[in-house]
């Protein structure tokens, strides 16, 4: 991924969402709900990067983190044996 194309399917995302949000009125602008689901397209976005770099991840307690690779044995499905 290129610089700044995170950033601009992150503005992209939340346009669309702006774009919709005008018609419907679902969400009353610079309301604590507005800005919520900003931050949920947002993690959404984020999420889809690092799909599309094949990046591991994790979600734990509403928080997205990359997962680090497991170096034991077991992990690369190895025993002791």
């Known amino acids: ?37 900003c931050s949920v397209i947002n993690d959404a976005v984020e999420i889809g990067s690092m799909v ?9 307690d509403g928080n997205l983190t990359k997962r680090e690779p497991d170096a034991s044995p077991q992990a690369e499905g190895k025993s002791d044996e």
């Not at 194309?5 to 507005?34: H, I, M, S």
């Open 1 to 37: 991924m290129q610089k700044g194309q995170k950033e601009y399917a992150q503005r992209k995302a939340l346009e669309l969402f702006d774009a919709w949000n005008d018609v419907t009125g679902c969400f009353p602008k610079f309301t604590g709900y507005y800005y919520e689901i």
């Open 52 to 60: 599309a770099l094949g990046v591991e991840f994790e979600i734990k």
